[in-house]
């Protein structure tokens, strides 16, 4: 058999898969910028409801001025908790333990200030490397805000030579040895560069086991794989909502607290204050000292920025019309397509994201020579119609069950083929 009827063949197979998905009519709800959009993990497509649900939020701007704050439908100052209901039933969390609140990084620090707290010998905070610069940087200015060095405070927790992937029984070696050092340990939910996804309640249980907290960073993981914070026992976990979530350019993003760390639990959390943060029923009595909200919203600091929250809304609510189970589904059988046709036609491609399903989520990364090839390849896929991404050596491209067809996982590959031909 030629590789042009292979190929043809898994063009027909695609077809009957996209002719039987359940989830297929969703594809038609987003704008996409190209038939052959991959680069959800980097920003995700624009779903068509949201120009109206912004425009909408304009308009009462305009119409209520201050008033919208406190309309009967939908009033500003509870504008997130419907997001709140949706961010928690994509991780697997109760809805009190979410808040749609500020943007990622910021989210870190808010999170880093309840639940890093070093004590004593108990200061290191364990990582996975490479994780993404933003998460580092964070750590390390918190470990100098303590006082403390990285060199002496950092644990980074790599692949092991000649591999692309670090090993979670790795992880879990040096968690344990590390033992009574250790404070925190705050991982990639899924990684940037490598689409891994960890094992998070197996990390969960070994930082627990040493006496540290656990954290999880999910700007990759929300919306991209099937998540169960709460059950995994994570501490607290931070995101973002424009990658998978397609919630626009540096959409608001959100925090799940567990609810043993809730105010009024065995074991309350310090945290870093601010008015949006106060119990609701007495924000507005303006007292001087803050009461924090029951849940998670406790750790908000500031007001609700409506007008992004609303485009980020209006992809929640269509996340809130699919099944998780056919989204997991389908997700997994985007990426199996694609991985039996690349090794059918892209043999010589090293592709570094792990073959077994409950290590990845919708991201390939595939390995080129250098950074230079690696852009060069991103080029011509460009020239042909395909959207991707590279990190040095690293093209990345990521399927989304809610705007990919399975053909789209065949165009992938051809497209690959072609460009790595010519
Ligand atoms: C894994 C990870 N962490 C942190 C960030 C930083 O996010 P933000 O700029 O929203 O703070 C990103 C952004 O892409 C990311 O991918």
Known sequence: MTNSTTLATARQEAAQLDAADPLAGFRGEFHLPSEL??????????????????????????ETGVEGHFRPQRPWGEYTRPMAAACARLIGAETDEVAVMHALSVNLHLMLASFYRPQGERVRILME????????????????????????????????????????????????????????????????????FFDLAACARA??????????????????????????EADFAVWCGYKYLNGGPGAPGGVFVHRRHFAGGATPRARLAGWWGNRADTRFAMRPDFEPAPGADGWAVSCPSVLPLA??????????????????????????????????????????????AAARGGQISLELADAAAAAALQQRLRAAGLFSDTRGPVLRVSFHPLYHRYADAVGCVERLQRALAG
């Open 37 to 62: 959009y991959f680069c959800g993990h980097s920003l995700g497509p624009q779903p068509k409801a949201a120009a109206e649900q912004v425009a909408a939020e304009l308009r009462a701007w305009a």
């Open 311 to 356: 485009a980020l809304d209006a992809a929640l609510a269509m996340f809130q019309r699919a099944p998780l189970d056919e989204m997991a589904a389908k997700s997994r059988a985007l990426v199996a397509l694609f991985d039996r046709q690349a090794d059918a036609h892209l043999p010589r491609l090293k592709r570094i994201t792990p073959r077994e």
């Open 129 to 196: 490397r490479p994780a993404f610069p933003s998460d580092r940087y964070a750590l390390v200015s918190q470990l100098q805000w303590h006082g403390l060095r990285a060199e002496e405070a950092l644990i980074e927790v790599g692949p092991r030579a000649g591999e692309a992937t670090v090993r979670v029984e790795d992880l879990l070696a040096r968690i344990e040895a590390e033992g009574a050092r250790l404070a925190l340990v705050l991982l990639g939910g899924a990684n940037y560069v490598t689409g891994q």
């Open 207 to 232: 930082a627990h086991a040493a006496g540290a907290l656990a954290g999880f960073d999910l700007a990759h993981a929300i919306g991209n794989v099937p998540l169960a914070l709460h059950a995994a």
